[in-house]
C-alpha cells in the first residue's frame, strides 16, 4: 500500500497501475450503486483515479487509510455524477447484477467468505448500509426512505459497521491461531527428526 | 467528549463516510491528538467498510484500464507540446551569429524550464478549478430546489415558543404538510460550545419522543429539517454533538405546535 502511494507521488505511472488493479472493481462497486449505470460507472471510476493522482498530496495517512481516501473521492464524484444527471440520488436497482465480479461471489476480500461476512448484519442494518455507503443517500432521505427516525438511522449504521468490525477481528484471531497451530506442528516434527 | 462517548456518538463512521460536516470533522481530528486509540477505530471502520464493498465489487470492462492511461498521457503530452513551444522571435535571430545562437539557446532553455513549471501550475489550478466549479455546480442545483421549496404557498409560517432559560429563541417553523418538508428559519438562537448541537423532536401523544435533524445552527439562514408524520409539536433541544437517543429536558429550548 505504501509503495503505491510513494510510486504515485514521484508520478511513477506503474503505481497507478497497481492501484488499478487492486482497487479499481471494488470502487467500481461503489460507483455503480451511486450511479446505476455501469458506463457512467466506469467514466466516474476513471475520473476518480485520476483526481487521486492529480490530488495524491493532500492524503494525509494521519487521518485515513488509503483505501478511506480512495473510497471518499470516488463516493463524492459518484454521488455529483447522480445528481447531475438526474438532480437528485434515487433508490432503484442497478443497472448490472449486484456482484458482477465471479470472485466476488466466492470471496470478499483476502479470503473472507462474502456470504459470512452479510450474515452478520440483521436485514435492517444492511438496508441502512447499502443505501448511505454503497448508493450515496444522505442520512436524511434514508430515514425518509425507510421511515424511520434519524436517529435509528444513526444507530443502525454504528451497530453494523461494528457488527463487520467484530467479524474481521475474529477471522484474523482464526487465521493467527492456525498460523501458529502450524508453526507449532511442524517445530515438534523438526525436533522429532 | 470523551473517548467512550465519541465511540457511541457514530461520528466516527460518519468521519470515515466523508459524510460529517466541517465541525464534527475538527472535532474528530483533535480528539485523535486527545486519544490516540481513535485511529485504530478509523482504521477498523475503513478496513470494515473496505470488505463489505468489496462483497459488491464490480470487474472494470477491458478497455477501462487503457482508456485512463490515454487520458493520463494525453494530459502529459498536452503539458510537454505546451512547454516546448519556443518564445515568439527566437527562431528569426538564430542565424545571424554563433553568440547570438548561443544565447538564443539559453533563451529557449530558460523558456522552457518556466514554461514547464509554469504549465504545471496552471494544470494544478486548473484541475482545482473544476474540481470547485463542479461543486458550485452541485451546490446552486441544491440550493435552486431548497428555494423552490421555501417559496411554496403551502408552506405555514409558525414560530416556535422558547422556554424560560432560552428567552431569546426566535426560531420559525416552514412547515408543509403536502410536500412533507419542514425548514428552520433561524433568527436568534443560544450559543452551545463545540462539543454541542442542537437536535429537533417529534413529539406525539402516548409515545417516547423521536429523534430528528441534528445540527449546529450555522449552516445558514434557513436549515431543512425531518418531516414526521403525525407529528402534534416539534421540540429543540441542546445535544451531545452527534445528537441524542433521548432529549435532555433542561436543554429545551422551545416547542411548535403544528396540529
Not at chain 1, 42 to 54: C, I, R
Not at chain 1, 127 to 148: C, K, N, P, S, W
Not at chain 2, 18 to 23: E, F, R, T, Y
Not at chain 2, 117 to 127: D, E, G, M, Y
Request: with cysteine; glycine share 6%; charged share 20%.
Amino acid at each position: 500500500m505504501t509503495e503505491i502511494v510513494e510510486m504515485i507521488r514521484q508520478r511513477n505511472e506503474k503505481g497507478l497501475s497497481l492501484l488499478y488493479d487492486r482497487y479499481a472493481p471494488t470502487l467500481l462497486g461503489i460507483i455503480v450503486g451511486v450511479v446505476k449505470r455501469r458506463d457512467i460507472g466506469e467514466e466516474v471510476l476513471q475520473q476518480s483515479l485520476l483526481k487521486a493522482w492529480n490530488h495524491i498530496d493532500k492524503f494525509n495517512e494521519e487521518k485515513a487509510s488509503f483505501f478511506t481516501w480512495l473510497m471518499t473521492i470516488a463516493r463524492r464524484t459518484a454521488i455529483d455524477q447522480a445528481r447531475l444527471v438526474g438532480n437528485r440520488i434515487v433508490a432503484g436497482p442497478m443497472e448490472v447484477p449486484e456482484t458482477a465480479d465471479d470472485s466476488a461471489a466466492k470471496g470478499a476480500s483476502d479470503g473472507m467468505d462474502a456470504d459470512r461476512l452479510l450474515r452478520v448484519l440483521d436485514h435492517d442494518q444492511r438496508a441502512v448500509l447499502d443505501m448511505i455507503y454503497l448508493q450515496g443517500h444522505t442520512h436524511r432521505d434514508t430515514a425518509e426512505i425507510l421511515q424511520i427516525p434519524l436517529g435509528t438511522v444513526k444507530s443502525r449504521l454504528r451497530l453494523g459497521i461494528a457488527a463487520l468490525r467484530k467479524e474481521l477481528q475474529s477471522e484474523k484471531k482464526l487465521f493467527l491461531g492456525f498460523l501458529m497451530t502450524l508453526i507449532m506442528v511442524l517445530l515438534i516434527r523438526s525436533l522429532w527428526i | 467528549m470523551d473517548l467512550n462517548q465519541i465511540r457511541k456518538s457514530g461520528l466516527l463512521e460518519l468521519y470515515v463516510l466523508g459524510d460529517c460536516s466541517l465541525a464534527e470533522q475538527v472535532m474528530i481530528e483533535e480528539a485523535m491528538q486527545k486519544y490516540p486509540e481513535l485511529k485504530k477505530d478509523l482504521y477498523e471502520i475503513g478496513h470494515a467498510l473496505e470488505h463489505y464493498a468489496a462483497v459488491r465489487k464490480v470487474k472494470p470492462s477491458g478497455p477501462v484500464k487503457d482508456h485512463l492511461f490515454d487520458r493520463l498521457q494525453e494530459a502529459g503530452h498536452r503539458a510537454a507540446q505546451d512547454a516546448h513551444k519556443p518564445p515568439e522571435g527566437v527562431t528569426r535571430s538564430m542565424g545571424w551569429a554563433l553568440p547570438l545562437a548561443l544565447l538564443g539557446l539559453v533563451a529557449l532553455a530558460l523558456g522552457w524550464y518556466f514554461s514547464h513549471r509554469n504549465t504545471q501550475t496552471l494544470q494544478s489550478q486548473l484541475v482545482d478549478q473544476q474540481v470547485a466549479c463542479d461543486s458550485l455546480q452541485q451546490e446552486n442545483l441544491r440550493q435552486y430546489a431548497t428555494l423552490e421549496q421555501l417559496q411554496d404557498p403551502g408552506n405555514r409560517v409558525l414560530a416556535f415558543q422558547p422556554t424560560g432559560n432560552f428567552e431569546n429563541t426566535d426560531l420559525l417553523l416552514l412547515y408543509n404538510e403536502a410536500s412533507r418538508t419542514n425548514f428552520i428559519q433561524v433568527r436568534g438562537i443560544p450559543q452551545i460550545t463545540p462539543s454541542q448541537s442542537f437536535q429537533l423532536w417529534s413529539l406525539k401523544q402516548g409515545q417516547d419522543p423521536i429523534p430528528l435533524t441534528v445540527f449546529q445552527g450555522d449552516e445558514g439562514l434557513f436549515i431543512p429539517v425531518s418531516f414526521e408524520e403525525g407529528t402534534q409539536t416539534y421540540a429543540i433541544t441542546i445535544e451531545p454533538l452527534g445528537g441524542s437517543e433521548t432529549p435532555t429536558l433542561q436543554n429545551l429550548i422551545g416547542t411548535v405546535a403544528v396540529s
